[in-house]
T-cell receptor, first 114, second 116 residues
Framework: SQKIEQNSEALNIQEGKTATLTCNYT??????LQWYRQDPGRGPVFLLL?????KEKRKERLKVTFDTTLKQSLFHITASQPADSATYLC?????????????FGRGTQLTVWP | GAVVSQHPSRVICKSGTSVKIECRSL??????MFWYRQFPKQSLMLMAT?????????EQGVEKDKFLINHASLTLSTLTVTSAHPEDSSFYIC????????????FGPGTRLTVL
């Protein structure tokens, strides 16, 4: 069966450090992968999209890598701030007849302490 | 731009009643809307995909007669939880695609349903 795993439920780092979150998947051939931020009691907010033919994407302090051989994506937040504390979700998009449908991992709860 | 609203934000109902949740795209037209459910500390689970003017496509294991979806216009989709039971208590979130772009979804703020 299809599975999406985010490496840890929780990650605690000190302000200024780089946070690295991992998303692994099995039995998928996603057309693209997305990362979202979710705050408690709120809907997800889109951060970055990376396609299957792309290795890396950057947006300000965020960087995403995508390795379709390893079936893994890494999400980095550099110079982390307490305001970055939230749950980060990876989502894989189906291809073909399931194009547009997103399948989410459980998320990693990031806490950045001063 | 690209704002999606949900109404209500919270609802408490008695077991056996039906609850309707609205999802609106406020400043854009959405060809496709999606409905998700999220239990505490769990991932968002896709329930169904709805296209304006046609029947919704439900994910495996989701009862279409229990979770009725209507997508009457390009800016409104509704989810009705029929004969709700306590196990239906969850956080329901909708999303809308960005004017036909299947790789972009804008999420609503969610609706917290509690069934007593």
């Amino acid at each position: 069966s299809q599975k999406i795993e985010q490496n840890s439920e929780a990650l605690n780092i000190q302000e200024g450090k780089t946070a690295t979150l991992t998303c692994n998947y099995t039995n998928y051939s996603p057309a693209y992968l997305q990362w979202y931020r979710q705050d408690p009691g709120r809907g997800p907010v889109f951060l970055l999209l990376i396609r299957e033919n792309e290795k890396e994407k950057r947006k300000e302090r965020l960087k995403v890598t995508f390795d379709t051989t390893l079936k893994q994506s890494l999400f980095h937040i550099t110079a982390s701030q307490p305001a970055d504390s939230a749950t980060y979700l990876c989502a894989l998009a189906g291809g073909g007849s399931t194009l547009g449908r997103l399948y989410f991992g459980r998320g990693t709860q990031l806490t950045v302490w001063p | 731009g690209a704002v999606v609203s949900q109404h209500p934000s919270r609802v408490i109902c008695k077991s056996g009643t039906s609850v309707k949740i609205e999802c609106r795209s406020l400043d854009f037209q959405a060809t496709t809307m999606f409905w998700y459910r999220q239990f505490p500390k769990q991932s968002l689970m896709l329930m169904a995909t709805s296209n304006e003017g046609s029947k919704a496509t439900y994910e495996q294991g989701v009862e279409k007669d229990k979770f009725l979806i209507n997508h009457a216009s390009l800016t409104l989709s509704t989810l009705t939880v029929t004969s709700a039971h306590p196990e239906d208590s969850s956080f329901y979130i909708c999303s809308a695609d960005g004017q036909g772009r299947t790789d972009t979804q804008y999420f609503g703020p969610g609706t917290r349903l509690t069934v007593l």
